[in-house]
């Protein structure tokens, strides 16, 4: 009977040994899909700052290149840079390049201006629509949060 009895001991050990290791293994796989999650929040943040920064240098090499104001616009989470593109200078303004849309990402944006302008010369400036020249410009999706300043000639990471 001592035979029987370690037997079915052993049986039941082996099911109890599974259901804790896939207990465990539960527990370990639900940790890294929520970290996983933050970190896909981080990497859409990150990306969303890059293409702004990206922007706004386009804008300072566009308004040294054509000899124009040119204007980053941001509307919601949509960001473009327009140019005085008529002969006088009249002020009238085109969209050159694509609009980036961080909507797309999931990327929230809360900006301090809806307008940044940079003259001739690649500086900011504040004449017309633009009243200052620089501003706050705040990211987010998530828990993740990522700010940039920007002055008359930089973007300085937050």
Do not use: H
């Amino acid at each position: 009977m001592t035979t029987k009895q370690t037997s079915k001991n052993r049986k039941g050990f082996a099911i109890a040994a599974t259901l804790a290791v896939g207990v465990a293994l539960s527990l370990v796989v639900s940790v890294l899909l929520v970290k996983g999650g933050e970190t896909v929040d981080d990497v859409a943040v990150r990306l969303a700052a890059e293409q702004f920064d990206g922007v706004y240098k386009s804008a300072r090499a566009l308004a040294v290149k054509s000899g124009r104001t040119a204007e980053i616009r941001i509307d919601g989470t949509r960001i473009w840079v327009q140019v005085d593109t008529t002969s006088a200078g009249t002020g009238e303004r085109t969209r050159v390049g694509r609009v980036t849309n961080l909507d797309f990402i999931g990327v929230a944006l809360d900006a301090t201006t809806t307008s940044l302008c940079f003259d001739s010369s690649g500086l900011g400036n504040v004449r017309g629509r633009c009243s200052v020249a620089g501003g706050r410009i705040e990211f987010s999706k998530g828990n993740s949060v990522k700010a940039v300043a920007t002055t008359a000639t930089t973007v300085i990471p937050g």
